[in-house]
Every structure is written in structure tokens, then in C-alpha cells.
């Protein structure tokens, strides 16, 4: 799928011809995460987005019943384009399927939100090491003292992920990701991480443990999960996501999340 | 008033002894715009203004049946603390009442908005001259052929503000004003009014008619006009807003609207 477009790689999905994790495709080209919900929560889990910007970056959005992402994929169908889906009750796990046709009605509104991979190529561009890339492993990711400020039905902590960055390359880190406003923009914390609660960095909450070498130090971002902790928590009745790894691919070059 | 504390200001609002525009009080402190509707539009107005970030840049939302905005006053309360409002039903002016205790109910969710007041000290303060304020009178603003993108019953004209600058000086009212984004950030357009669409800078469509001095060029920023014409084409069945120059004093100061 290297040469393809985002439609070709969108439509090949659609097909059953890709179920595997999006990392790597249509390199340029923004993945959001999806989260999917029933309108009544709509305004809810838009104003905590709102809120919480940098955990919770709004790329677009569809109204309720509109299958194609205004922004992100005018011509897309959010049905059937994302290689694997999870399906929630009650903030409980059900199901993953490879489409929702059958679960996606009038009432459905869908949210896609930035996410960290946007920022990851312009780091490793400017000679900034991104170790779970380079280890091909998952960012490691953790649960802070940090509450995000809550709206109608959802709370809960900010979840942060975590890349050991070169103590002299750090400020140079920061200033890059800060651009990426829509993208969890500048790290919340660099270089300690008991500011965030967090003791021992090679317990993680979510994803693998890190390798942190000499002379490097952990720079924090806020991190997608964010936002799924605070769904499970408020445990709607049906919410459908991207399963982890499993990303809609969107129309919006990584640049324009850099928006001021 | 010139010494109080933005607490004092609002109580002496809520007592009814400052029924005059709120221009020039609490010097410092962001004003806002406030738009209060019934919840069922709530999403609906909060994607419209996330989608017109520049015109409809969101300070703070009271959820349903709050009457103090979490951030921008926790303490206040925004049925009394405004000098006056206006009550609109099916997008017509029907009243300007000095509060709306038996008009706000559990159902209403409350918006405020910054506004460019918020940056016009900073442009004073770096020598850029501000001729609106030179001249006592209301800031000239135009419809412009920009159309907002739509959410749900929201659409209409993007709306603009004009301040003649000196061409040497619209560099960095631009840069200063970048800043403020959750205050209309940088202009929309500089010295070229035909590409909005305008012809006539003298026919303004709110506010008094510009003067421009040799030298000086047009720029042109969003408005908070915007969600007004965008509320009126909407025509909900009930819609409360500040009365034009009578806005609600926050606890924010102007530079935290530079929000990265």
C-alpha cells in the first residue's frame, strides 16, 4: 500500500483487503482516533474535549448520522474505513468487529481526535530519537495525579505518554510539539516524573516499558487514552471506538494540526 | 469603579448600580460575549463555534442550569452580573431586561466568547494606534462573502471587525494579536477589502464608519457579530445574549486568553 492514496488505502479497508494496524501507512497523512457515540452524550464529550485540549485534540467532527468527516474525509465512510472497531456497553469492552454498519444509526455522532504519531516524524526529521519507533514497540503510557476538568457525565485523570528525549534535545523536543496544537501540543511535564505521580516508570499503565539511556530524560505529553478512560468510566450505553493501533486515516497532512 | 476588584464590579452589577457599557472597568480582565440557550442546541452552538474558532472563540461554558462559569468566575453568577441582556425568541429581539432570573431554568447552558477588547491594550501599549477608541465610537464591522462552516441549524457570514493601521505597523499588530487566540487571534485579512467582498469601507454593517489616514491600510479580524447572525438565522425559540457593549466581566485576565 506504500504508493497509495488515502482514498486507495481507505477503500482497501473498506474491501477487508487491510486488517492490520495503520502505523506506517500514508505516511504525511494524519490518524485520528475515533471515538463514536449516541447524541444525548454529544454536547457532554464535546465541552470535555473542549476543555481538555491537549489530552482531547477535536480534528472533526460528524453530526449525528453523517458518515463522512466534513474535514477529515469528505468522500470517506467511518463505517467501514477503520480496519478494526471496538464496541462498548456500559463502559464494558463487547466486541471487535471490522465494521459498524449495523451498529451506526441516526442517533451516532462520531469524534476524531489528533494524536501523537502527527508530531513523531517532524521530531526524528530534526535528529530527535523516538525510542518506541526505533524498538518497534508501544509508547509507554501512565495514568497522573492530573484530573482533567470534567463535563456533564465524564472525568477523570489525564493519562500521559512518554519518550526519553536526549537532556540536550529536550527544549528542542518541546518546541517542535508545542506547533501541534491539534496533535497534544507541548509536553505537560519534562523531566520529573513524581510532578505527575508517577514512581516508577517501568511500571506503565498502557503500552511498553521504556529504555531510557544515559544522559536521557522522560518528557511527558498527553496522551489519546485520555479520553477512553473517561468514557469507561461514564459508561454510556454504546460507544464504538478505533481498536488501539487501528486508526482512521484522514485527508489532513500532519502540518495543518499545527494550526495557531 | 476604577478600583475595584472584578468581584466588587459584578456585585455592584447584581445591585443594580452600574447599568452603563462595561467598557473600561476592571482593566486587565477579558470581557466576554454570552450566549444563553436550551440545551437541546447546546451541541449544535458549541460545534458551530469549535468549527469558527476566529469569530466564536470559547472562554468558558456553564453547563445546563449553571449559573457560574467554572473558569471565567466560579463565584459569579450569570443571570444578575450583567448590566444588560437581551432576549430573543425565534431570532427577534423581543426585550432588554437588567437580569433573567425567571428566564433562566435548568435547561439553559450558557456560552461566553472572548472579544477583541481583550487585545486592542496590548496594540495601545506598542504604540499601534487603536482609532476607535481615539475617537469614542463603536468599532466599524462588516458581513463579509466568507461563509462560516455550518454545525447542525448554524450558518451564516463570517463577520469582521476593521481598525486602519499604519502600513508600516500591520506587521505587528498581526504578531501581537496571533497571540490571543481564544480572542479572534491574528486579522483575517490586511488592506485588500474586496477579497471579503467588501466595497465600500464607509458603508459599514455594524458600528460607526471608519476614518483611515494617509498611510494607514484596513485589517480586517473575525467578530463576535458572527454567532449573533448565525443565532438569528437559526431562529431558536428562545436565546439570551448580553446587551452590545454591556458584556460579563471575568475572572481571566487578557493574557490568558494566549492560550498555545
Known amino acids: 500500500m506504500g504508493d497509495s492514496s488515502v482514498e486507495e488505502i481507505r477503500a482497501a479497508i473498506e474491501r477487508g483487503e ?5 502505523s506506517g ?17 454529544a454536547f457532554d464529550f464535546l ?56 451498529h451506526f444509526t441516526d442517533d451516532m455522532v462520531s469524534f476524531l481526535l489528533g494524536c501523537s504519531f502527527s508530531f513523531e516524524q517532524e521530531l526524528l526529521d530534526n535528529g530527535i530519537p523516538v525510542r518506541h519507533i526505533e524498538l518497534e514497540r508501544n509508547v509507554p503510557m501512565y495514568i497522573t495525579n492530573r484530573e482533567c476538568r470534567p463535563a456533564g457525565i465524564f472525568s477523570g485523570p489525564m493519562v500521559v505518554s512518554m519518550r526519553p528525549i536526549p537532556e ?10 508545542a506547533k501541534y496544537r491539534k496533535a497534544h501540543g507541548a509536553p505537560i511535564q519534562i523531566g520529573n516524573p513524581e510532578a505527575l505521580g508517577i514512581t516508577d516508570l517501568q511500571k506503565v499503565d498502557f503500552g ?6 544515559p544522559g536521557e530524560i522522560p518528557v511527558f505529553w498527553a496522551c489519546g487514552v485520555t479520553p477512553q478512560m473517561a468514557l ?12 488501539p493501533g487501528y486508526m482512521f486515516i484522514t485527508d489532513i497532512r500532519n502540518e495543518e494540526l499545527t494550526v495557531p
Do not use: M
Open 168 to 177: 540536550a534535545l529536550a527544549g528542542k523536543a518541546a518546541a517542535i510539539t
Open 208 to 213: 511498553d516499558a521504556p529504555e531510557i539511556r
Open 25 to 41: 501507512l500514508a505516511p504525511g497523512f494524519t490518524q485520528a482516533n475515533v471515538v463514536i457515540l449516541p447524541k444525548k452524550y
Open 47 to 102: 465541552l470535555f474535549c473542549g476543555r481538555n485540549e491537549k489530552p482531547c485534540p477535536v480534528v472533526d467532527v460528524c453530526e449525528s448520522g453523517v458518515i463522512a468527516p466534513p474535514i477529515a474525509g469528505p468522500e470517506a465512510d467511518i463505517r467501514t474505513q477503520i480496519p478494526r472497531y471496538r464496541i462498548y456497553r456500559h463502559g464494558v469492552l463487547e466486541q471487535e468487529v471490522e465494521h459498524i454498519r449495523e
Open 18 to 22: 487491510w486488517r492490520k494496524p495503520t
Open 232 to 243: 469507561q468510566r461514564a459508561r454510556p450505553e454504546l460507544v464504538i471506538t478505533h481498536a
